[in-house]
Nanobody
Framework: QVQLVESGGGLVQAGGSLRLSCAAS????????MGWFRQIPGKEREFVAT????????YYADSVKGRFTISRDYAKNTVYLQMNSPKPEDTAVYYC????????????????WGQGTQVTVSS
């Protein structure tokens, strides 16, 4: 069992920066690949980024590549999403999730989910 709690969301100006955190608990957490997704009302959950359980591999959606960075700190049991130069279209509820296999961009592949944190980017 893995429990995930996101934090760090809020209001940010376009071109600024924001860092989301996902605190994980559960004895098997470190063996899971982790991902960030986002969702706006009326739309499907959208893949943002994923990181392998070793932290050596990462993969990003084209829409955030070069602006967002996913990382994980094993000592703190935390996964981060550093959002640089956010745009108004990045406004969404952001979720972190855990999957047994690295590399999936579909929500169905992720076994555990946090409750989400709202990010609003003003123009």
């Amino acid at each position: 069992q893995v429990q995930l709690v996101e934090s760090g969301g809020g209001l940010v100006q376009a071109g600024g920066s924001l860092r989301l955190s996902c605190a994980a608990s559960g004895r098997t957490y470190s063996s899971y690949a982790m991902g960030w997704f986002r969702q706006i009302p009326g739309k499907e959950r959208e893949f943002v980024a994923t990181i392998s359980w070793t932290g050596a591999r990462t993969y990003y959606a084209d829409s955030v590549k070069g602006r967002f960075t996913i990382s994980r700190d094993y000592a703190k049991n935390t996964v981060y999403l550093q959002m640089n130069s956010p745009k108004p279209e990045d406004t969404a509820v952001y979720y972190c999730a855990a999957a047994k296999e690295y590399g999936s961009v579909t929500p169905a592949a992720y076994e555990y989910w946090g409750q989400g944190t709202q990010v609003t980017v003003s123009s």
